[in-house]
């Protein structure tokens, strides 16, 4: 039947793409460690700058999702 070649024809490339991507692994040269040495940025002492703004200063941002829990059923 034509569907059992397919499928055939499919594990096939399917097994022969694992057996690659494992010898290319195995092949592959050793990873090397990452450099120790870092550098610091200098600190600044700025506050952030708030991404949201709220419509009243002190009040809830316009993002802010209101909260409107379930009551709780009684039996």
Known sequence: MKSDRVTRIALAVG???LVAMAAVS???PAAKDAPTTTSTAPVTSSSPVPSEKAVLPSGPTAFSPT???AP???N
């Open 15 to 17: 097994a022969a793409a």
């Open 26 to 28: 195995a092949c592959a």
């Open 67 to 69: 909260i409107n829990p």
């Open 72 to 74: 709780v059923p009684t």
